[in-house]
């Protein structure tokens, strides 16, 4: 290739990405889908990196407060990830059949179904918050939190829990935007929420200026702004009325139907990720009893890998709007090649993150963990290497259950999920770890195997097509 040939193509591509931060307009049933793919998946990772980038951060922060500080954070958001879930189901369900009425040319009844989620979601982050932050304290307790630990982290849990309503309608409004196929507004949120996260975390934390002096509460303060921001900027599109999605406050009127459709796929999403999460609380409480340390080392591996799980996510999520977008068009085999091509790109990406994570684990994790602390990078150190090992299973399983998803088949999914975590991984952890020498290792170990497992489960029942031919 010429170098003019080559400056041309830099170019095409330096402008197709552009077009995508932008958020430039697409017809996602017509493009060619390797376009669409890396259109809608450059936001989608972008916004997801953001993510990623705050949960690293706020973990070096918090590391500087102690083990106990790290603990807490950790079993909280292990628990909180309920809520995530909750905020992931509804996003699912609201992806789904936004897309699916976008590829029907549908925009009215789009902006309807996405105005009716809106509404659920406020109800339910209620439901869930009031009773989590009354009882915080009993929350570490359950979680095998030590004594120090629970006095020093009850109000920031309160705060977490309380705060829910912004973790659910950033999920969800995100998923409404995506489903539309326009992830640029939804990256552009996450990003705003989470720059000011950043910005305002060591100085609540710290108490640098004018600011209080919050200590761990100060995480929890500036979490909760943060993502406040980032819900106010998406409502302030959301009520421009411009673009595919319009909404009216006459669609935000209770409809029975459209109720019953939003939960009847948010349930199975929800219960898809509650399982999950669920699952990681149970592995978080088994880890706890090894100590404080054990448990802080683990607790920042786990950071390091959500830093790079979720930009993968974000790569997933594509799938879930192509999918439902060239279903609604009634385009299935399109559907299919938009999964394949999907697939392809996340597994080449998360193949490179497992080879940086076994090489070069103990540098990473001692970025963020004080070199005194040499059994926390040692539990740190050997999770990451151990947890990374299925990585390329992990980013052939997000795809695959976003192609569920994104059609509208939340079931198939949950069911897996529901085999691989607590049928299969729970109890091999426990008997791993408390039947052979392994120890806490063998907690580690769980995670892999039946992520793999899951993997090829999934694949199975994707390639019998029957996603296809649901209706939503």
Not at 234 to 250: D, I
Not at 353 to 358: A, D, G, Q, R, T
Request: hydrophobic share 55%; with cysteine; aromatic share 14%.
């Amino acid at each position: 290739m010429s170098k003019p040939e080559q400056k041309n193509n830099l170019r095409f591509y330096w402008h197709f990405i552009k077009g995508a931060i932008q958020g430039e307009e697409h017809d996602y049933t017509k493009i060619s889908l390797k376009k669409a793919v890396i259109v809608l998946a450059i936001p989608m990772m972008l916004e997801l990196f953001m993510e990623s980038i705050f949960a690293v951060v706020d973990i070096f922060f918090v590391n500087k407060l102690g083990v106990h500080a790290v603990s807490v954070v950790g079993l909280t958001e292990s628990v909180i990830t309920i809520v995530y879930s909750v905020g992931i189901g509804l996003s699912a369900a609201a992806t789904a059949l936004v897309a699916r009425r976008i590829g029907e040319k549908n925009e009215k009844e789009a902006s309807e179904v996405a105005a009716q989620a809106i509404s659920v979601g406020l109800v339910v982050s209620l439901l869930l918050g009031i009773p989590a932050a009354y009882y915080a304290a009993d929350i570490l307790r359950w979680m095998g939190a030590e004594p120090d630990a629970i006095a020093l982290g009850t109000q920031y849990t309160r705060l977490m829990f309380g705060g829910n309503v912004v973790i659910i309608l950033l999920f969800l409004i995100n998923g409404i935007f995506r489903g539309a196929g326009n992830a640029a507004i939804a990256m552009k949120s996450l990003w705003l929420g989470n720059i000011f996260n950043i910005i305002l975390d060591p100085l609540f934390i710290f108490g640098i200026a004018f600011f209080p002096e919050l200590g761990l509460n100060g995480a929890a303060v500036a979490t909760i702004i943060g993502r406040s921001i980032a819900v106010l900027y998406q409502c302030y599109f959301l009520a421009k009325s411009s673009g595919k999605l319009q909404l009216a406050w006459s669609y935000f009127k209770p409809v029975k139907a459209k109720l019953v459709n939003i939960i009847k796929i948010a349930s199975p999403a929800t219960f898809q990720f509650i399982i999950a999460s669920a699952s990681w609380i149970f592995l978080a409480a088994m880890v706890a009893q090894y100590g404080s340390a054990a448990s802080a080392g683990y607790q920042t591996a786990i950071r390091l890998v959500i830093f790079f799980i979720l930009p993968a996510w974000g790569m997933s999520n594509a799938v879930a709007t192509l999918v439902g977008q060239n279903l609604g068009a009634d385009l299935p085999d399109r559907a299919e090649e938009s999964v394949k091509i999907t697939t392809k790109y996340n597994v080449i990406f998360m193949a490179a993150v497992s080879l940086i994570f076994l090489f070069f684990a103990q540098y990473l994790v001692g970025f963020f963990i004080p070199s005194n602390e040499t059994e926390q990078i040692m539990h740190a150190s050997r999770a990451l290497r151990i947890i990374s090992a299925g990585y390329v299973f992990y980013g052939i399983g997000m795809v695959l259950n976003q192609a569920f998803n994104g059609a509208g088949d939340t079931v198939t999914p949950t069911w897996v999920y529901f085999f691989g975590f607590w049928v299969f991984q729970i109890p091999l952890a426990l008997v791993l770890h408390k039947y052979t020498t392994l120890g806490v290792n063998g907690v580690f170990i769980a995670v892999p195997v039946a992520e793999t497992l899951m993997a090829v489960a999934i694949y199975i029942l994707f390639r019998k097509g029957k996603w296809k031919e649901v209706k939503v």
